[in-house]
């Protein structure tokens, strides 16, 4: 296992320019802190803030010193700022969506310009590689530019026929919902922070969005950007605070939910909108399964298991946890998937230098020792890494690899949310795609394999809402013009394609009436001639097979 420190004297970006130290990035001052946290939103109406509300100071992963002091709001203030939103949404959603577009559009160009100002951050709050955080501009400034250009199709209204043929013409048409709720993790900041407002707004609402404590900043900073670009600063609020009281208030305050975080906390999440009759898309946990099949080509398929694991640290819920190869190739898949895995670069550095970053929280690095000390304990075999290392900083452990993972161990079935995949070998397909479908996830899944047909049809078989085939996660969730989304424990609804922006509209059925009214004309004997000519038609209209 390599690793790479400090490299900081690499990295030679446009200015401001990123530091060499681990602790703040040189170029983010008290002002510039000052300037993102106005942003958070507060009841003008109750003055200052009070002594339950004090300011929370995340620590940074790279080295536990302390990052920000970012205000946290109450209940009042979520309130206020749904208000606000409320009261600018129909000017917005009377805009033309050619100009919403350019908003958007602008921020994008905005966001690669100034792209490596949101990298600093995001490693800074995070502490992953710094490719991993590009990643997430990547997939934001995608979003951005296919919704922009995307929107009008998706939301156009569509003429369908009427009662009477002729008589009824009817059109469906898409209406914002209102004001959407956002409530994004730490693990991706940007991407489900700001990747799942863009559709909301270009769909014409007004959104307030939760920013994990983790990971304000980044949020923070992506709003400032925005208005910026020239969006109205109260269309798009921001608050912050205690999921438990920020994000129920939250709940209770918008017309529609998006979460992405925990089964757990997304049951919470959906109860609470249920009782407002209020919708809700929820992205959850996962404990993905990869398939290797006996004709697949082994290098490729250890290379990309790798990726797929440890990406991001492990810390997304579309990474790899199960990998299942069949028997008559397991030993070569091993040996290939171990030595790649040891050829990663561990690393705490503000430039491309390592592959691997730390994890987030002491909470994620206890989970992740806790699931793999268990499994040894109880008879699993350590491939490769298996332990913390606190010589590259407070947070960091290695990628590893178990074998030998039986149903009475953690690992084996609860999502462990870090760099750790266990190996299991099968003999037919029907078993890998048993074994594929156990538990009660249904997230994403893998399939490598030369016969890409057979494996389209296992896929078929296979509970997830994405199987990627001869790539580990990214195929699917990098294509935003098809929806990402999960089964089961793994949530509801989908963000991008098509339902990612419709799920923030309500369906409107608009039906015009000519000439004739629908119904018996008044007089007697109206309504019995009325009945027998629409059974007639009715009959008709059989026999010609029309709907």
Known sequence: MTTEQDHGQDHTPAPPSSPATLSRPAWVTDESIARWCAWVHRDAGRGGQPEDAEPVTPVAPFDLAPTAAVPVCLPEDVAAAAADARAAGPAWARTPQRRRGEVVLAFHDLLLERQEQVLDLIQWETGKARYHAWQEVAQVATIARHYARRARHYLAPRSVRGMVPGLTKVQEVRVPKGVVGVIS????????GVGDALPALLAGNAVVSKADAQTSLTLLWARALMAEAGLPDDLWRIVTGPGPVVGSALVDAVDFVCFTGSTATGRAVAERAARRLVGASLELGGKNPLIVREDADVAAAAAGTVVAAFANTGQMCIHIERVYVHERVYDTFRDALVRATGELRLG???????????????????????HVTEAVAKGATVLAGGRARPDIGPLFYEPTVLEGVTDEMAVCGEETFGPVLSLYSYGTDSEAVDLANRGTYGLSASIWSKDTREAARMAGRIRAGSVNINDGAAAAAGSVEAGMGGMGDSGLGRRHGAEGIRKYTESQTV??????PLGPEPGEGAVAKFVRGTNGRLALLRRLRIR
Do not use: H, K
């Open 185 to 192: 993790p730490w693990n991706y900041p940007l991407y489900l």
């Open 348 to 370: 705490r550095s503000y430039d491309f230098a390592a592959d691997i970053g730390s994890l987030t929280s002491s909470a994620r690095l206890a989970a992740v020792e806790r």
């Open 511 to 516: 039906a015009r009436q000519r000439f004739l």
